[in-house]
């Protein structure tokens, strides 16, 4: 899969939970959204981006909640 | 004109007042005040003569024929247009009526040509009928034995420009129903009388061709005509049907109820049912007429297998094919995993061929690799009002207009995609019901006959959620919240919430006015005018299309829509709502039937336990608890190489999904790509396999509407092809060792209903009694449900969801200065793979870029000049047409033409929550082509 993509993507669910004011719950919110809609192998290779030079492009909100999977 | 089997007596009118008892013939019958006698009379079982009333028109009062005697009152009233009053004796047979019908009818035929034995409404004609009723037996004006019916427009040439239809003035007995027809039904106002006395006849425009004319080629004229004046060409060529099979159209989402009109296994002509519940009689040009493709000379009647897509295509038989698909999926699967196949299921087939495609996935493939085209679509309205209101689908039925008086359409064309329901909206503004429209281009429904958007906020592509954010500011910053409905209906922390942040400065019409390119006063006005209603009627509607899901924010702007509703009380009842106006046929039953591959059918997640369970104990297999991968992700994987066979059932990727090369180049990656379709598609050109597709004519099964409606689709040739879509699947499935056991749709249709509370209470038999079924049908609604969230939302609360404006990555710049956005046009759909092959190619033959004349001027575009239109993924060329329709840096076209290539230039940007591809929104530059 190519991750510039993957991270697009997850930022971009990362902007709608984002606005949300219960900053906890976002996070939750993106988990669970990438757990319950993104194939396994999709959350596995984005989740290989932590720890790299890559994780700095993914939103912090979404960062906490890929920890979180 | 009416096929002998459906009488047409002005059965839909009755009056609304109080019920009146009175006496029609000596026969006591009650019926509502105000009911015209003619219709009462039908109540009573009194069929009284007539020729200008017709089913769903208005009374009219001028043939003379339904006259009748009203004790206690002179003279002769006509019966269609005298309202039935408590305790009125009529006579409707008389000495005296007798002789009065008789001279009227000698006057009709002593101006109507007498060769009834040739002519293509013999055995369907009313003025036959009505001439046999009265007892007609001389006809002394008008008349030599040279020249019968001599005086009218014997010199005068049939029409014959349309396609479908032919005009022949002669046989025309100026009864209006044509003519009110398109102005009451269809609302096109095309056709008028024109001339007095024996010169009066029908005319189509200004004295034009019905082709030159405004005729939007709908065929209520043709079906309203009780003569053969107007009448299919169809009719003409091929006489009188033997039969009739009711069905359903497979065209758009509105699922119009059709009489199939059938002489052995040929189609006569399709009618519109005037039992159809989301039609009522009515059709357009798709469902109406282009039906031809069905036996078009490019379908694909046997299996074809190549072992390399550069191979030419090899004959074989379904055995050989079929079992060589399965060997390659388990060789792909022996070499790449599980999980490296999947299968597209088409919003096109049945609910119970989805249904089998996704068991065959969740059980033959095992994994839950399976997606349908809704995908592309609608899938942001699943997921938004499932956020919302808890159900993935519209609240309405398309009735529920006649109740509206503010009526929103935002980002959809009715009068083009979904044009019987945009004949229903445009009646009711015509009633007085006040209309918005949210859209960048002048659609129709903003200035048409009789109709007039009371606001067209035209704003810049890709800011819906700019704009629905500024209308719920106006709601909340004015006061204009339902705080009562609210309180008791949704979730208050989540309410509150929301009302903080729609009161927000950044999100006030003026703040978003830059974004939007929509003057602030004008949302201001409109959002005043939906949260308030008119003239203290506040039943308000919102209507929406693709224009809001293919967006990255669509789900976005579908939960921004639901805020809106909830916000002003507009759920739960006739008139109101949130009406997602799907695109194809079954988009609805497709995702009803667990196409997605997160979902079960009834969208239950896959990690659902319970659910998975109740599957598995009825399949005998184990379901994976992971979500699989969409269609997006699953051309992204097989460039990957860990997705590498497809099973793509009525589907065409190549040409309907956005950068078309990213779409070619991932099926040419795949090692087993397995096409069913009725015509070699753009797809079928990277397959390995093709299965032969059967069109809607040659298959039993069901299709559901956007209005949550079952319908039957019922067989009415056998599949040209020897097997209809669901026997393939199974075929298929028995191929890769699962057998699964249905005689019959309606078997499967009994395992939907036993594993699907919201179906639990459907089935054939039960469609068959009551016609059509609204979901959720159970013990709970054993009638089905019409209106949705009536009491409670089907969540419980109803939940609010901040909806922040977030633009698109998709920018102009200096090089791609243009936002370009798509659509599709009356007469062709979609792809075109069927309307291209219709006669409907007459009415549009080529896609075209619309461009308004500042953009087009400062390029030097004149009308008809071929165009180059680039994006940052690829080019195309295009033919230009100037108009207004467009806002200045704002371009339009269709996606219906493969050598077009639309999708060549749309990018792989996609909706947030569900990748739903950002069709509405490309940035492109135009310039003239040079000829290139």
């Keep these: 899969m190519n991750l510039e993509k993957l991270i697009a993507m997850a930022n971009q669910i990362g902007a709608f939970f984002e606005a949300m004011p219960d900053r906890e719950q976002a996070v939750a919110d993106v988990a669970s959204h990438l757990k319950r809609s993104w194939d396994p192998r999709m959350r596995q290779q984005i989740l290989a981006s932590l720890g790299t030079a890559d994780e700095a492009r993914l939103k912090p909100l979404v960062r906490e909640a890929l920890r979180r999977l | 004109m009416n096929a002998p089997q459906e009488l047409n007596m002005a059965g839909a009118r009755v009056g609304a007042g109080d019920t009146v008892t009175l006496e029609i013939d000596g026969i006591a019958v009650s019926v509502p005040a105000g009911t015209p006698l003619l219709r009462a009379g039908v109540a009573a079982g009194v069929m009284i003569p007539k020729l200008c009333d017709s089913e769903g028109l208005k009374p009219f009062g001028s043939c003379r024929l339904c006259l009748v005697e009203i004790e206690g009152r002179k003279g002769y009233p006509s019966s269609c247009t005298t309202p039935a009053e408590a305790g009125m004796k009529v006579r409707t047979q008389s000495p005296q009526l007798a002789k009065l019908r008789r001279n009227v009818m000698e006057l009709y035929i002593s101006d109507h040509p007498l060769d009834c034995l040739t002519c293509a409404a013999n055995g369907d004609c009313e003025l036959q009928d009505m001439a046999g009723v009265v007892g007609l037996r001389e006809v002394r004006y008008g008349t030599s034995d040279a020249n019968p019916g001599e005086n009218h427009f014997t010199e005068t040439a049939k029409d014959e420009s349309n396609p479908y239809f032919s005009y022949d003035p002669a046989?025309?007995?100026?009864?209006?129903?044509?003519?009110?027809?398109?102005?009451?039904?269809?609302?096109?106002?095309?056709?008028?009388?024109?001339?007095?006395?024996?010169?009066?006849?029908?005319?189509?425009?200004?004295?034009?061709?019905?082709?030159?004319?405004?005729?939007?080629?709908?065929?209520?004229?043709?079906?309203?005509?009780?003569?053969?004046?107007?009448?299919?060409?169809?009719?003409?060529?091929?006489?009188?049907?033997?039969?009739?099979?009711?069905?359903?159209?497979?065209?758009?989402?509105?699922?119009?109820?059709?009489?199939?009109?059938?002489?052995?296994?040929?189609?006569?002509?399709?009618?519109?049912?005037?039992?159809?519940?989301?039609?009522?009689?009515?059709?357009?040009?798709?469902?109406?007429?282009?039906?031809?493709?069905?036996?078009?000379?490019?379908?694909?009647?046997?299996?074809?297998?190549?072992?390399?897509?550069?191979?030419?295509?090899?004959?074989?038989?379904?055995?050989?094919?079929?079992?060589?698909?399965?060997?390659?999926?388990?060789?792909?699967?022996?070499?790449?995993?599980?999980?490296?196949?999947?299968?597209?299921?088409?919003?096109?087939?049945?609910?119970?061929?989805?249904?089998?495609?996704?068991?065959?996935?969740?059980?033959?493939?095992?994994?839950?690799?399976?997606?349908?085209?809704?995908?592309?679509?609608?899938?942001?309205?699943?997921?938004?009002?499932?956020?919302?209101?808890?159900?993935?689908?519209?609240?309405?039925?398309?009735?529920?207009?006649?109740?509206?008086?503010?009526?929103?359409?935002?980002?959809?064309?009715?009068?083009?995609?979904?044009?019987?329901?945009?004949?229903?909206?445009?009646?009711?503004?015509?009633?007085?019901?006040?209309?918005?429209v949210i859209d960048p281009r002048a659609i129709d429904l903003v200035s048409s006959p009789h109709v007039r958007a009371a606001h067209h906020l035209q704003l810049r592509p890709g800011t819906n959620v700019a704009v629905l954010s500024a209308m719920a500011h106006v709601i909340v910053s004015e006061g204009l919240v339902d705080e009562a409905f609210v309180a008791a209906r949704c979730e208050a922390k989540a309410f509150a919430d929301w009302r903080e942040f729609a009161a927000r400065p950044e999100n006030s019409p003026e703040a978003l006015e830059a974004a939007s390119g929509v003057?602030?006063?004008?949302?201001?006005?409109?959002?005043?005018?939906?949260?308030?209603?008119?003239?203290?009627?506040?039943?308000?509607?919102?209507?929406?299309?693709?224009?809001?899901?293919?967006?990255?924010?669509?789900?976005?702007?579908?939960?921004?829509?639901?805020?809106?509703?909830?916000?002003?009380?507009?759920?739960?009842?006739?008139?109101?709502?949130?009406?997602?106006?799907?695109?194809?046929?079954?988009?609805?039953?497709?995702?009803?039937?667990?196409?997605?591959?997160?979902?079960?059918?009834?969208?239950?997640?896959?990690?659902?336990?319970?659910?998975?369970?109740?599957?598995?104990?009825?399949?005998?297999?184990?379901?994976?608890?992971?979500?699989?991968?969409?269609?997006?992700?699953?051309?992204?994987?097989?460039?990957?190489?860990?997705?590498?066979?497809?099973y793509c059932q009525g589907e065409d990727p190549a040409q309907s999904d956005p950068n078309t090369q990213h779409v070619t180049a991932a099926l040419a990656a795949m090692e087993c790509v397995v096409v069913q379709d009725l015509f070699v598609n753009e797809t079928a050109k990277y397959a390995h396999v093709f299965l032969p597709g059967a069109s809607f004519l040659e298959k039993d099964g069901t299709f559901t509407n956007a209005e949550r409606r079952i319908s039957r689709v019922r067989r009415v040739m056998p599949p040209l092809a020897g097997k209809a879509d669901w026997e393939t699947t199974l075929a298929l499935a028995k191929a890769l060792g699962y057998e699964m056991h249905y005689a019959h749709p309606s078997q499967i249709m009994d395992e939907i209903a036993r594993l699907t509370p919201s179906f639990a209470g459907v089935s054939y038999a039960r469609l068959e009694q009551m016609g059509s079924i609204q979901w959720p049908c159970n013990d709970a609604a054993p009638e089905g449900t019409p209106t949705m969230h009536v009491d409670a939302f089907v969540r419980g609360k109803g939940r609010f969801l901040v909806t922040q404006y977030v633009p698109t990555d998709e920018k102009v710049t200096r090089r791609f200065p243009l936002l370009l956005t798509t659509g599709r046009v009356l007469s062709q759909y979609n792809v075109g793979a069927q309307t291209r092959r219709t006669a409907n190619t007459d009415f549009y033959a080529a896609d075209l870029l619309e461009i308004h004349p500042h953009d087009a001027e400062e390029r030097g575009i004149r009308e008809g000049d071929r165009v180059a239109v680039e994006s940052r993924v690829g080019r195309t060329l295009l033919p230009a047409t100037v108009t207004e329709r467009v806002a200045p840096g704002v371009v339009y076209t269709t996606f219906h033409f493969p050598e077009s290539g639309a999708n060549v230039i749309t990018t792989e940007n996609s909706d947030w929550a569900t990748n739903c591809p950002e069709y509405k929104v490309t940035a492109v530059q135009v310039s003239r082509s040079g000829g290139a």
């Excluded at chain 2, 319970?610 to 399949?619: G, H, I, K, N, S």
């Design chain 2, 171 to 436: 046989k025309c007995i100026v009864c209006n129903r044509c003519v009110r027809a398109c102005e009451e039904t269809q609302g096109t106002f095309a056709l008028t009388i024109t001339g007095r006395g024996f010169g009066s006849r029908v005319t189509a425009g200004q004295g034009e061709s019905f082709m030159a004319s405004d005729c939007v080629s709908c065929g209520a004229c043709v079906k309203a005509c009780p003569t053969a004046t107007l009448v299919e060409k169809t009719v003409i060529d091929l006489g009188q049907a033997e039969r009739s099979v009711a069905t359903t159209c497979a065209y758009c989402g509105v699922g119009c109820g059709f009489r199939a009109e059938v002489k052995g296994t040929q189609v006569v002509r399709m009618v519109p049912a005037d039992e159809g519940r989301a039609n009522e009689g009515h059709a357009c040009v798709k469902g109406r007429f282009a039906w031809g493709y069905a036996t078009h000379p490019d379908r694909v009647t046997k299996p074809m297998i190549r072992e390399k897509i550069s191979d030419p295509w090899r004959e074989v038989s379904w055995e050989e094919a079929l079992s060589h698909t399965a060997k390659e999926f388990r060789r792909i699967q022996a070499k790449h995993g599980t999980n490296s196949i999947g299968a597209i299921v088409s919003s096109r087939c049945t609910n119970e061929e989805d249904y089998l495609v996704q068991k065959l996935v969740r059980t033959a493939f095992g994994n839950n690799n399976v997606d349908t085209c809704a995908r592309v679509c609608h899938s942001p309205t699943g997921y938004g009002l499932k956020q919302t209101l808890g159900e993935s689908a519209g609240t309405q039925t398309f009735k529920s207009v006649e109740q509206a008086d503010v009526i929103v359409v935002i980002g959809a064309n009715p009068s083009d995609a979904h044009p019987v329901f945009a004949s229903r909206l445009k009646r009711r503004v015509r009633e007085g019901a006040q209309l918005i």
């Design chain 2, 519 to 646: 003057p602030a006063a004008s949302v201001r006005a409109a959002a005043r005018l939906y949260a308030t209603g008119v003239n203290g009627r506040k039943n308000a509607a919102i209507y929406y299309g693709l224009g809001v899901t293919e967006h990255s924010q669509g789900s976005t702007a579908v939960i921004a829509i639901a805020n809106l509703a909830m916000a002003t009380g507009n759920v739960g009842r006739e008139g109101v709502g949130v009406n997602p106006l799907r695109g194809q046929n079954n988009v609805q039953g497709s995702c009803d039937m667990g196409s997605f591959p997160h979902e079960l059918p009834g969208y239950r997640h896959v990690s659902d336990t319970a659910t998975r369970q109740l599957f598995e104990r009825d399949w005998g297999v184990q379901i994976q608890s992971e979500p699989g991968l969409r269609i997006p992700n699953m051309l992204d994987a097989a460039l990957d190489g860990s997705f590498m066979g497809l």
